[in-house]
């Protein structure tokens, strides 16, 4: 295990899990896809969690986001039990405390891009803060294409429009899924900038899936899990640390 997360030592968890075990289907077919993971993610914090395939990085993600249930196990958002909640309560927290990016964008086509950053806020009821909807438009480069529809912008545009859609409602955790999967180096670099500097500098906590130790670099620690288990760590990774400790990992 590597060190703790200097910069964030001093900070209360916002996201963490206690022995989550998450098994699909049962008996001798049954598949421990996490078999008793402890994790914790700080406010501010951009992790990223790697592993070799089948290593249970999207049933981690799927079960700390609320979009799968956990076998047992606790995890808490904030002082949240999501575990404990019913589909209806889950639904709600999902919506309201939670961002989620995709790697395939999920715009809704007929909505200009506004729209679709504002929509989320508006199911939810919310008051959409101008100066943040502002601020993060002119961050991520968006202000020209506010009134475009998804097909007229290229996939980093639409990339853009569902992180600053992510974002507007500064949820307390955004989940991203291969962000970049979709996107060509460069524009993925883009995104990936912007989300380190929205840890850094709005103190969004981001956890991202990714198989790609270059977009792993992008976080400030990668927590690396094996059969289901978390095994490995890294803070301030490169490229080249991150593949390192994957090849350890795979042989
Ligand atoms: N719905 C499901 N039903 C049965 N088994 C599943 C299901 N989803 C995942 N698994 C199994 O759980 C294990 C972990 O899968 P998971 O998709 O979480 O891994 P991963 O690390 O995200 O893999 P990859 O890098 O290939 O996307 C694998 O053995 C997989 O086959």
């Keep these: 295990m590597g060190q703790p997360a200097l910069p964030h030592y001093d900070t209360p968890p916002v996201v963490t899990a206690r022995d989550l075990v998450k098994v699909y289907g049962s008996g001798e077919t049954g598949v421990r896809a996490l078999d ?8 501010g914090a951009f992790t990223a969690i790697m592993g070799p395939s089948g290593s249970g990085k999207s049933t981690l993600m799927h079960c700390l986001a609320g979009l799968d249930t956990a076998t047992s196990g606790s995890i808490m958002v904030g002082r949240t039990d999501l575990t404990q909640l019913r589909e209806k309560q889950l639904t709600q927290l999902r919506r309201d405390r939670i961002g989620f990016v995709f790697q395939s964008f999920n715009l809704l086509p007929m909505l200009t891009a506004e729209r679709n950053i504002l929509l989320p806020s508006q199911i939810a ?11 993060i438009v002119d961050v991520v480069g968006l202000r020209q294409r506010l009134d475009h529809l998804p097909a007229t912008l290229s996939g980093g545009q639409q990339q853009r429009v569902a992180v ?7 949820p307390e955790v955004v989940y991203a899924d291969e962000p970049t999967g979709n996107l060509d180096s460069r524009t993925g670099a883009e995104i990936l900038t912007f989300l380190r500097e929205s840890a850094e500098e709005l ?11 270059v977009a792993a670099a992008y ?17 301030d990774p490169t490229a080249q640390s991150v593949l390192d400790r994957l090849v350890h990992l795979e042989a």
């Design 125 to 135: 009821g919310r008051t959409i803060d101008r100066d943040r909807f502002d601020h």
């Design 36 to 43: 008793g993971v402890n994790v914790d993610f700080t406010r």
């Design 219 to 235: 976080a400030e620690r990668v927590v690396f899990l094996r059969d289901g288990r978390l095994v490995d760590e890294l803070n």
């Design 164 to 170: 600053a859609r992510a974002l507007l409602s500064a």
């Design 203 to 213: 103190r969004q906590t981001i956890v991202m899936v990714t198989h790609d130790p």
